[in-house]
Nanobody
Framework: QVQLVESGGGLVQPGGSLRLSCAAS????????MSWYRQAPGKERERVAR???????NYADSVKGRFTISRDNAKNTVYLQMDSLKPEDTAVYYC????????WGQGTQVTVSS
């Protein structure tokens, strides 16, 4: 049974940082690309960052230079380090794997506000 469990969201002031984690189980994590998506109220879900295996990364233009995706295959975990956060980064953040038909985590709320 595939599970993706996100954690690390919360409320942060503009300019602050958060690190999201996504713990994966039920598939050969090290063999698959992993992605972070986000969805703000009233907007479509968008991909924020992706990391392949081996570790090639790409980012949405809106987060380049501020967000960093990484993975620890020994822990079956993918991370999203978010720095210099802006109010427009406020959204629910989801972890995703393309394994089989594709799986989503339950999401974690990130709110950037003073």
């Amino acid at each position: 049974q595939v599970q993706l469990v996100e954690s690390g969201g919360g409320l942060v002031q503009p300019g602050g940082s958060l690190r999201l984690s996504c713990a994966a189980s039920g598939f050969a994590f090290r063999l698959y690309a992993m992605s972070w998506y986000r969805q703000a109220p009233g907007k479509e879900r968008e991909r924020v960052a992706r990391i392949t295996s081996p570790d090639s990364t790409n980012y949405a233009d809106s987060v380049k230079g501020r967000f960093t995706i990484s993975r620890d295959n020994a822990k079956n975990t993918v991370y999203l380090q978010m720095d210099s956060l802006k109010p427009e980064d406020t959204a629910v953040y989801y972890c995703y794997t393309g394994f089989s038909s594709g799986y989503w985590g339950q999401g974690t709320q990130v709110t950037v506000s003073s």
